[in-house]
């Protein structure tokens, strides 16, 4: 049960507002002046408080009150607080609520408006704490994840990515092959660098290849070297990056486009740590990490015969899935604010503009925007037009056809007679997700 805490020096006030409360379920304390009020609040658990503004007879000046409320919020910065006000002028009520005051009241009040608003603010109130608490415990568990491992300044704000992180950590320890997966530009060779700064060769060289920037004649001897006269233009021996990564970690990007002849030489390495250079017969060896990174969908390539169905099994032991950036959208704005460098500051509209937008490019084309808009904008400020983002389209934005529309909400509240929570029920939404539209919207529950 919800507890509120009512400050009046009259008791017919304090009464008839634990009377009100009591008929919606809600436990009421009283205090008659700000001493005895504090006192409670500094011995019991409250929800909310309704507070008078004068407490002394004849007096009409409102100052005892703002010094009440300005207690309170010192030592209780989120309690929800309720201004009860008898004056004609209300200037100085509506200031406080400027300054954190959850809402003002006119005596005499309205009984239904009053408790309609007192169940709100305790609802949103509650959501508020539960909110604190996933964000304290999310930062908890992002401190306690910085402090075991070696993140590499890697940059991130959504629990998606923290995932793929805690868990590239704790596979880095072991040998086995680990195969990344993501759509281009999400950030897969970051994951390979975390996996090789937290592996046991984390002190050997970390090599990286993209197969899919060679010609694919070019492929195997890039990765297993060549002997003078190998091919065309071999004019001399050459080592390959397995022989250049010995004792630490090679990276191959792009893996779906190796030639089915280098998918069986590195099949071969994998099993065994030997491979000949090319033009050679001499077997080398070599004790290397391999992580694997692909764009592409293998099994469809093992279908149709592109890429071999042994060598998928055995680089994919243990598979690390990248979201793209529109599935982690929390990592948006840290991402562009790690981009700008304090260089520049984003605009409201161009924060909103960063979040709608799909990032079909992902992290590589939020960089590119934003280091474009930080050479457009003036005055060192980033607005949407600097972003020069398309505008999303209805298909583009995936709107669900259920959901509610503003007029509908409304409808929905004055059905409720205000109170959030009967009015989330009737949509189907929780009351985290009704508050959220209703600021979307700018919708009162009243």
């Not at 890039?222 to 002997?227: N, R």
């Not at 002849?261 to 090319?278: A, I, N, W, Y």
Request: aromatic share 4%.
């Amino acid at each position: 049960m919800s507890t509120v805490l009512i400050i009046d020096d009259n008791p017919a006030v304090r009464e008839a507002l634990s009377l009100m409360l009591s008929l919606r379920d809600i436990d009421a304390l009283t205090a008659d002046g700000p001493e005895a009020g504090l006192a409670i609040l500094g011995a019991q658990e409250v929800d909310l408080v309704i507070q008078d503004m004068n407490f002394t007879e004849d007096t009409t000046s409102g100052e005892e009150g703002e010094q009440l409320f300005r207690q309170i919020r010192q030592r209780f910065a989120d309690l929800p607080v309720i201004l009860l006000t008898a004056w004609t002028h209300l200037e100085a009520a509506v200031e406080l609520v400027k300054n954190g005051a959850a809402d003002y009241v006119a005596k005499p009040w309205d009984d239904h408006k009053l408790g309609t608003t007192v169940v709100n603010l305790l609802e949103l109130s509650e959501t508020a704490r539960e909110v604190s608490r996933v964000r304290r415990e999310r930062q908890r568990r992002r401190s306690a994840l910085a402090a075991r491992y070696d993140l590499r300044g890697v940059v991130f704000g959504s629990d998606a990515t923290e995932r793929v992180l805690e868990l590239a950590c704790q596979v880095a320890r072991s040998e086995l092959p680990v195969l990344i997966t993501g759509p281009n530009g999400a950030g897969k060779e970051r994951i390979a660098d975390i996996v090789h700064a937290n592996s046991s060769v984390k002190s050997g060289p970390f090599i990286t290849v993209n197969c899919g920037a060679l010609p694919g004649e070019l492929i195997e001897a890039e990765l297993f070297g060549a002997e003078a006269g190998a091919y065309t233009g071999a004019n001399r021996a050459r080592p390959g990056r397995f022989e250049v990564a010995d004792g630490g970690t090679l990276f191959l990007d792009e893996i779906g486009n190796l030639p089915l002849s280098g998918q069986v030489k590195l099949l071969r390495v994998l099993e065994t740590g030997q491979f000949e250079r090319l033009g050679s017969s001499r077997t080398l060896k070599t004790r290397v990490r391999v992580l694997s990174a692909t764009n592409a969908d293998l099994p469809a390539m093992i279908a149709d015969g592109s890429f071999r169905e042994d060598l998928y099994y055995r680089l994919n032991v243990m598979e690390l899935r990248l979201p793209p950036l529109t599935e982690r959208r929390d990592d948006i704005l840290p991402l562009a604010e790690h981009f700008l460098g304090g260089e520049a500051r984003l605009a409201d509209d161009a924060r909103r503009a960063l979040e709608q937008h799909r990032w079909p490019g992902n992290v590589r084309e939020l960089r590119n925007a934003i280091e474009r808009a930080r050479l457009l904008c003036q005055d060192g400020e980033i607005r949407r037009e600097d972003l020069n983002l398309p505008i999303a389209t209805t298909a583009e934005t995936h709107r669900n056809l259920d959901e509610p529309d503003a007029e509908t909400i409304q409808a929905a509240l004055e059905a409720a007679g205000g109170t959030v929570s009967r009015a989330a029920r009737a949509l189907g939404l929780s009351r985290q997700a009704l508050y959220r539209r209703m600021q979307r919207f700018e919708l009162s529950p009243d």
